[in-house]
Every structure is written in structure tokens, then in C-alpha cells.
């Protein structure tokens, strides 16, 4: 069990005792303490800060949220986050091996603020990243003090366990959401809780599409009757109907080919609907929720649940164009959020990069008040969106969902944990859920097998994330 020679070399310098603890086969900290049997409380993590002035390191317990606002107020400095790679870099060229954040400051002569939570029991012992992946280290909290002796140590974490204390107490609905973002959302980020009560009314472009979705016998002609109003969306199509996920052989060069020749009428209007939707919205273009990050996995996640809708068993109700609307949509409330109070989706996305390895949901409602699932099912419900599309985006997160119409949550739900396995989902935890595998007659190759066809098609769906993410004005349809 080797340390980093920097990590080593620091340890014993300082001199205080310590013991390596063999940690393989593991992706986060959280995990390690899972697989450790220890509290996540009692491993520390580090994330790296900067401003003009340098680089600053906060290390607090791994399962905490860093609360931005205070540790700059506590410091008197306007800091932003170092991102993934950022990070990685600075780390790697001490010789640790990616990923691994190893929080001692000392031996990367950098200044750091630390919680104070970390080493309330001065007995207990506290565990950290030993930088090569395989190992941690761990001392008693009062030498871990001491080796972080030039530390500040303050208070600028909140575990979440004292978060869901509070959201207890409350049941959440329209009517209290004032109330109950008061009493845990710092001052500064209260302003504007109000404007969710009032949700934006469904364009019209995607209430003919509506129509259209209930009406018999649909044609080409009446969906590009729609289309001429919003000549991006005809783009969009294109781009979907060049994907090799289609297995269409021939040029995709009109609007006409993609819908007759290869998506037919229903996943054309899924696809245009989600499109219309979309655009009520706007949102930052940047950061792990802006509009760039939602596109990309918005499309790949309903490419993925729509290839593993083919897969269920016969009988099955389950229709892959509505598994695909059901992916586009799942994350929808992020654009509510961020429609209705920009400024504090801005510090969302900025607490989301500190707090990677923190539950999205707990970091949703430190932050923002609310998740992002009930509001995107109240938008769904206010705009009588189908029933099904309702329920994946109420209940994409529950592994355990038996709720009417489960089978398309759960496809989401199965979707977002296997694009996690190519970077490009969020979802903390990449296990497949056992219970809606099973449920759904879906083994384990037979997903990995559609995540490799979704896979083949990178350059076709990122094209269409670029398009649907453009206003209407700024996109064009490219033939050839």
C-alpha cells in the first residue's frame, strides 16, 4: 500500500501516527465509508477554490454540503471552484493519481479552511484520501487537527441529515414553499420563491404538437404545417433521423425522409414536443445544470430508455416513443428553477461543483428550496402532459417505485445510472437498480448492450443537444 511520495513525505515530516487502511475497487468516498462501515461524517474531502489571489483548499466531511456564500464570507474573498479537470490536474502533478484529492495543504503549500464538524470528537478517528486510489489514511481527529495546524478551522457545512430535519416538519407543496425555504435557505438566496407558485403557460407551437399527439391518423403534412412556424425545429428532426440508432441507410436530407423514411409520426412529435417545451425556458448556458449539460443529458437519456423500452419482454404496454418523451422531459424542473430565479440557479451551479460527492437532492433543497422532480411534475401536471411522462419525471430517482405507469420511471431511472458510466449523468450512484432491472425482464448485458448502441451515435446526438439548446433563430438545417 504505496503513498504518493508527497503524501508520505509530509505525513512523516509531521510526525503524528497514522495507519493505512486498504480501500480497491471503490469511486467516491461515500462508497469507501459504505464499504468501510464508517460514518461518511468521518472521511474528509477536498475541494480546491480560486480567485485572483490563488488557490484556497476547504476540507469538511464528505457527505456535508459546502456552503459557498459562507466560507467566502468567512474568508473576505470572492472565490470560484476549481472544475473536475482543474482539479485532477493540480492534483496529478504531485504525482496522485487521478481523482484522488488527498486534503492536507501543508504538503501542497496552499492555504485551507477547514470545518470544525471534522473534529468535534476529538477521539474519534477521522479518514481521508491517501492519493493513489487504493488507500486511505486515517488518525485521531485531534492529530488530524494538528496536521492541519495553519488551517482556519470554522463552521461552512451543513450535513444534510440537519437538513431533512427541517423538511420534516413540512409537507412540500405550492402553498408553504415560501415558508419552508425561510427557515433553511441562507438570506441571500430567498428572493423570488414566490414566482414558482406561478408556472409559464405551454407555448403554442407545442400545444398544436399536443393536438396532434391525440388526434387519429396524423400525417407528414400536418406535422410540417407546424414546423413552418419554427423553422429549428425541422432541423432538430434531421439531426435526431441521422443517428445509427435508426439503422437507416440512406441519406437523411429533407424533413420529409426523417419522418417516413425514419422516425415515423410519433417519435417526430415526441421529439418536436420536448423542443417547443424547451424553449419557454432560459436558462445559463454553463455549469453541471446549465442549458448545455441538460440538452446532452436529456437526449441521451431518452435515446437510452427508448432502446431499452425494445428490450422489455413481450406483452408489454411500454411504447418507446413514449419512453423516449419521457427521458427528454425527466429533468425539466431544472428549467422551471432556473427560468424562475436565475441568480439563484447561479450559485446552484456553482454549489453543485464544490459538492460532488453530496446527494444532488440534498444540495438541491440547501440551495434552491425545492427539487427539481416536484416542480417538473407540477409543470407537467399544470401543462396535462400524459400521464406517463408525469410519473418518470416524479419518480426518475426511486428505485423502489411501484406507483401506476413505474415502467417508465423506471426506465429513466435505469437510463440515468448507465450514462453515469460514460460521464454524462449526474446520478451519484452508478448500481443498476436491482428491483427495476427485474421488474422490467431487463438483465444487466442487455443494458450494457444498449448503452453501446446509444454509444455509436455521440456525434449525431451531440449535434442535436447543440440544436436544441440554440434559439430558434441561431439554428439552421444542414443537408447533405
Not at 461515500?30 to 477554490?49: C, E, F, H, M, N
Not at 388526434?215 to 400536418?222: G, I, L, W, Y
Not at 402532459?385 to 417508465?408: F, L, S
Not at 455509436?456 to 439554428?475: G, Q, Y
Request: aromatic share 8%; charged share 20%.
Amino acid at each position: 500500500m504505496n503513498l504518493p511520495d508527497v503524501v508520505r513525505f509530509h505525513l512523516d515530516r509531521q510526525g503524528f501516527p497514522y495507519r493505512l487502511i486498504d480501500c480497491p475497487s471503490v469511486e467516491s468516498l461515500g462508497q469507501a465509508a459504505a464499504k468501510l462501515g464508517i460514518s461518511p461524517r468521518q472521511i474528509a474531502r477536498t475541494v480546491l477554490l480560486k480567485d485572483t489571489a490563488g488557490l484556497v483548499m476547504a476540507i469538511l466531511p464528505c457527505s456535508y454540503i459546502l456552503d459557498f456564500s459562507m466560507l467566502c464570507q468567512s474568508l473576505r474573498r470572492d472565490l470560484d471552484p476549481l472544475y473536475g479537470i482543474e482539479t485532477h490536474r493540480f492534483f496529478k502533478q504531485y504525482g496522485c493519481k487521478t481523482g484522488c484529492h488527498p486534503p492536507l495543504p501543508g504538503a501542497f503549500a496552499i492555504p485551507a479552511l477547514a470545518d470544525a464538524s471534522l473534529v468535534a470528537n476529538e477521539d474519534a478517528e477521522i479518514y481521508f484520501d491517501g492519493g493513489n486510489g487504493d488507500v486511505l489514511v486515517s488518525m485521531q481527529a485531534a492529530d488530524f487537527r494538528n496536521l492541519l495546524a495553519t488551517a482556519r478551522w470554522e463552521r461552512f457545512a451543513v450535513s444534510p441529515e440537519d437538513l431533512d430535519a427541517l423538511l420534516s416538519q413540512q409537507t412540500l407543496t405550492p402553498q408553504n414553499l415560501v415558508n419552508l425555504t425561510k427557515r433553511y435557505t441562507p438570506a441571500q438566496l430567498r428572493e423570488g420563491i414566490e414566482a414558482i407558485t406561478e408556472l409559464p403557460v405551454m407555448p403554442q407551437t407545442a400545444q398544436w404538437i399536443m393536438a396532434l399527439r391525440a388526434k387519429p391518423n396524423v400525417t407528414v403534412e400536418d406535422i410540417l404545417q407546424v414546423v413552418e412556424y419554427d423553422p429549428s425545429l425541422a432541423a432538430q428532426v434531421v439531426y435526431w433521423a441521422r443517428s445509427p440508432l435508426h439503422g437507416y441507410q440512406g441519406p437523411v436530407d429533407s424533413l420529409e425522409t426523417a419522418i417516413q423514411s425514419v422516425l415515423g409520426i410519433e417519435s417526430t412529435l415526441n421529439l418536436l414536443l420536448g423542443s417547443c417545451m424547451g424553449q419557454t425556458f432560459h436558462i445559463p448556458v454553463d455549469g453541471p445544470v446549465g442549458l448545455q449539460a441538460f440538452w446532452r443529458r436529456s437526449i441521451y437519456c431518452a435515446s437510452l430508455a427508448s432502446e431499452l423500452a425494445k428490450l422489455l419482454p413481450e406483452p408489454t404496454q411500454v411504447k418507446p416513443g413514449l419512453a423516449y418523451l419521457c427521458g427528454l422531459l425527466h429533468d425539466f424542473g431544472y428549467l422551471v428553477l432556473g427560468h424562475v430565479f436565475p441568480a439563484r440557479f447561479f450559485l446552484f451551479n456553482r454549489f453543485l461543483a464544490v459538492n460532488r460527492s453530496v446527494p444532488l437532492d440534498a444540495v438541491e433543497r440547501y440551495v434552491l428550496g425545492v427539487e427539481h422532480w416536484h416542480i417538473g411534475a407540477w409543470l407537467m401536471q399544470s401543462w396535462a402532459m400524459p400521464e406517463e411522462v408525469i410519473a418518470a419525471v416524479r419518480w426518475h430517482h426511486n428505485e423502489d417505485c411501484t406507483q401506476p405507469h413505474a415502467e417508465y420511471s423506471n426506465l429513466v431511472l435505469i437510463a440515468n445510472r448507465l450514462l453515469r458510466h460514460i460521464g454524462i449523468d449526474e446520478e451519484p450512484n452508478p448500481r443498476l437498480p436491482a428491483l427495476a432491472m427485474f421488474t422490467l425482464g431487463i438483465t444487466r448485458e442487455q443494458a450494457i448492450e444498449a448503452l453501446a448502441r446509444v454509444q455509436a451515435s455521440i456525434v449525431e446526438l451531440d449535434s442535436l443537444s447543440v440544436a436544441l439548446r440554440l434559439p430558434a433563430k441561431s439554428s439552421s438545417l444542414e443537408t447533405g
